[in-house]
């Protein structure tokens, strides 16, 4: 899954950086609820999950803001102050 997203030109150490915080879809660890709309979200669903604010939502909810992120990512990381190693 990590090497969906590896470019061959990143940089290992920033890579690693963007993983650590970068939203993801994972499978539910434990049940929970939706931060949007508050649907329950059982253990073992598929859900999007976004490590630097803690919030998962569930898939109707998730896929717009992931694809979202993964279209904006680039400016994040400027705006971070990490830098972009990558050229889309
Ligand atoms: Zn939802």
Same mark, same amino acid.
């Given at each position: $899954?990590?090497?969906?997203?590896?470019?061959?030109?990143? &940089?290992?150490?920033?890579? $690693? =950086?963007?993983?650590?915080?970068?939203?993801?879809?994972?499978? /539910? @660890?434990?049940?929970?609820?939706? %931060?949007?709309? @508050? =649907?329950? &979200? *059982?253990? !073992?669903?598929? &859900?999007? #999950?976004?490590?630097?604010?803690? +919030?998962?939502?569930?898939?109707? %909810?998730?896929? /717009? *803001?992931?694809?979202?992120?993964?279209?904006? /990512?680039?400016?994040? +990381?400027?705006?971070?102050?990490? !830098?972009? *190693? #990558?050229? #889309?």
């Amino acid at each position: $899954m990590l090497e969906a997203n590896t470019s061959p030109k990143g &940089i290992g150490k920033t890579i $690693m =950086t963007r993983y650590s915080k970068d939203p993801r879809q994972i499978s /539910a @660890k434990f049940s929970s609820n939706c %931060c949007k709309c @508050k =649907t329950r &979200i *059982p253990k !073992g669903a598929t &859900i999007y #999950y976004w490590p630097s604010s803690g +919030e998962v939502f569930c898939t109707s %909810c998730g896929d /717009a *803001p992931f694809r979202q992120f993964l279209s904006s /990512a680039k400016d994040e +990381e400027v705006y971070a102050g990490s !830098g972009n *190693p #990558y050229v #889309y």
